[in-house]
């Protein structure tokens, strides 16, 4: 191991929504905060050097995307997934949810219906909701411990819908879509003529023998109908940055795309956030196939410990993500109580399923990407919280999420 992903890093008085939010959100301080979707890792020197030295500079003028910040990219989707892509096809925005925003504002009008698949990123439904359109549910099956595609329901819902908000790999279920899935999902979208937006943000933490494919690689008929979003940001924890990388292989469909980024201004880009995805991408690669596994680790870390000590709750195998999907039905709370127990006696703070939209309910989702002493003292605390036959108060104060995490 090169890297050393064991030290803690204390984010206090960083104004880090994770851990110094905490009051705010779940009404307590010193929680564990094992919620907002980043990583308590720090990025690697390859990553920081270009950063620190660009910083010393001291001087931020307006700056533009040099050729090798779009070869960085193109060689990485080559690299990763073998899809060739062409620098043409590249569009950045400041993030992945302004990507999906733009996308709708512009696709679709007033009242249209967009497919989601809950339980998923609550971002997606908010979008939905605050561009004024109508959400369609096609809630995942939850089968066996594995979630599937309901094919039927997808089916009829297309026939009425203009646009569908794929989350590939899949927030907070943590489903890696095999190449099949993909094609019978484009299969339906051809049918009923729906774009696709595909948020591929979590593409590059999989476990493997799993495998991310790209949604617009699969075939003609999907790079005709998708724009895909993808980011360093969840890969090497450098949401704070701010940049999206957005690819549409489609002429018409790009072209439109681009206009809507152009209308608002956002070709431009934050300084640090075009320097970090271009060293990310040129030079993180042993950083995260080093990551990949230690998060594979704390899964089983969580999941070993739970089936020992913590029967009551299980862990949905995940094929991705650095995020887990408790199932904690079993625990016989409601969803309020739930959200308190966690809070109050485990001194955690976790997202409550329920925000994840229908099949959500009696589910948290925990964030692995942290060192594992951490995980440890997580689970620890969960064990000592079983033991509390304490009445759990409901009315505690907030136990809310911030929309963007
Ligand atoms: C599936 C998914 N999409 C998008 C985002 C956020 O993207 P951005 O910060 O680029 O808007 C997240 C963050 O948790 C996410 O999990």
Redesign the pocket.
Known sequence: MTYDFNKIIDRENTSCIKWDYLNAFFGKNNLNAMWV?DMDFKVPPEILKPIEERAAHGVFGYTAKSDEFYSAVISWFKRRYDWNIEKDWIVTSP????ALNLTMQEFTETGDNIIIQPPV?F?FKNSVELNERKLLDNALILRNGHYEIDWLDLEKKAESAEMFVL?SPH?PVSRVWTTEELEHLGDICQRHNLLIFS?E??ADIVFKPYRHTPTAKVSSNLASRTIAAY?T??TFNL?GLQL?VNIVPDDEIRKKFKLTIERLHLCMSNIFGILGTQAAYNHGEQWLDELIPYLRQNYLTVRNYLRENVPEITVIKPEGTFLLWLDCRKLGLNDEELAAFFVQKANLALTNGIMFGPGGSGFMRMNIGCPKQNIIKGLESIKKAMADDSPILTDSGPANTPD??
């Open positions: 979707a993030g992945v949810v302004p990123y971002p989350c927030n948020d943000i979590h980011a940001s969840k949401a999206s963007d995490c």
